[in-house]
T-cell receptor, first 112, second 114 residues
Framework: GQQLNQSPQSMFIQEGEDVSMNCTSSSIFNTWLWYKQDPGEGPVLLIALYKAGELTSNGRLTAQFGITRKDSFLNISASIPSDVGIYFCAGSFGGSNYKLTFGKGTLLTVNP | NAGVTQTPKFRILKIGQSMTLQCAQDMNHNYMYWYRQDPGMGLKLIYYSVGAGITDKGEVPNGYNVSRSTTEDFPLRLELAAPSQTSVYFC?????????????FGSGTQLSVL
């Protein structure tokens, strides 16, 4: 199956710091998405990206769809304790091949 | 709207036992999915459905079965539980069309097979 390489696997940061994580693929995707999973819950969609080069923000979160369509990154600015969780990237080819391929996740811990 | 509801929240099975994980959504979504999440491994697609009466295999379907008799419900059946099926199971749904990739997840079922 398709592989998404998500890094880093885990991060330990202090409250107030900025965070950056990324995802790369050997395949070209038409859609990149970022989900967040709080402890004990299911993932929730944060940001969806549909065009190469697209840069989209959602509050303190900013994500970009790479120009090559093989990568994406997510930045979190001024982290707060509730940012704790697992962040997943996901890619889709779109059209009839719409099923998502997920990365393995980045576990973020924020020290108050 | 309750969204996607999964039951039970936790379950312990003995090897060889069977069980059904329940999933229901009240958003009138056409597409429904079952994923399993193993530590550090992300989400793997087990089965999916594009509408009532239609199901198809995902990446890791062995040992599981599904049915979709109504738009709302998409149960996942384990016939002969094995330790390799110890995992957290998530059900998800989407409206379809241009929102195909925007999954709404349930809160998961943590299953242990001993």
């Amino acid at each position: 199956g398709q592989q998404l390489n998500q890094s880093p696997q885990s991060m330990f940061i202090q409250e107030g710091e900025d965070v950056s994580m990324n995802c790369t693929s050997s395949s070209i995707f038409n859609t990149w998405l970022w989900y967040k999973q709080d402890p004990g819950e299911g993932p929730v969609l944060l940001i969806a990206l549909y065009k190469a080069g697209e840069l989209t923000s959602n509050g303190r979160l900013t994500a970009q769809f790479g120009i090559t369509r093989k990568d994406s990154f997510l930045n979190i600015s001024a982290s707060i304790p509730s940012d704790v969780g697992i962040y997943f990237c996901a890619g889709s080819f779109g059209g009839s091949n719409y099923k998502l391929t997920f990365g393995k996740g980045t576990l973020l811990t924020v020290n108050p | 709207n309750a969204g996607v509801t999964q039951t039970p929240k936790f379950r312990i099975l003995k090897i060889g036992q069977s069980m059904t994980l329940q999933c229901a959504q009240d958003m009138n979504h056409n597409y429904m999915y079952w994923y399993r999440q193993d530590p550090g491994m992300g989400l793997k697609l087990i089965y999916y459905s594009v509408g009532a009466g239609i199901t198809d295999k995902g990446e890791v379907p062995n040992g599981y079965n599904v049915s979709r008799s109504t738009t709302e419900d998409f149960p996942l059946r384990l016939e002969l539980a094995a330790p390799s099926q110890t995992s957290v199971y998530f059900c998800a749904s989407t409206l379809g069309g241009s929102d195909n990739e925007k999954l709404f997840f349930g809160s998961g079922t943590q299953l242990s097979v001993l």
